[in-house]
């Protein structure tokens, strides 16, 4: 999992991580490189150039929303409060299609 004396960017640590994919629930420290989890989710500590202390927090990764009406950046940005990366609409979809994703270009992204 970590080798001895391994720096990484950003070290989570105490927060409980779940990842529904492989059932993990706990608490652990995580080692992030290259904004990337680096393969260290670890009970032992890490080594970081920067340590963030996550106590009482879910370190997860991102939702996906399959049934949203939430088809602008305004909409996204809430749901990314709550830890969406994907949204989808996939019961009707938004017509004209052709004029949202000219909207969708005009508008950039709600990662900004």
């Known amino acids: 999992m970590t080798t001895k004396n391994e720096q990484y960017d950003i070290v989570l640590t105490?927060?409980?991580?779940i990842d529904p994919g492989t059932y993990l629930d706990g608490s652990y420290n995580v080692g992030i490189r290259g904004g990337q989890i680096a393969a260290a989710i670890s009970d032992q500590l890490l080594e970081g150039?920067?340590?963030?202390?996550v106590s009482g927090l879910i370190v997860s990764p991102g939702f996906i929303d399959l049934h949203t009406h939430a088809q602008n950046i305004p909409s996204n940005r809430m749901q990314a409060f709550d830890g969406l990366t994907t949204s989808l609409e996939l019961?009707?979809?938004?017509?004209?299609?052709?004029?949202?994703?000219?909207n969708c270009a005009k508008e950039g992204s709600a990662t900004a």
């Not at 150039?49 to 202390?53: A, G, I, L, R, S």
């Open 14 to 17: 105490n927060g409980r991580v």
């Open 49 to 53: 150039k920067e340590v963030v202390d």
């Open 91 to 102: 019961e009707a979809g938004v017509l004209p299609i052709g004029e949202f994703y000219d």
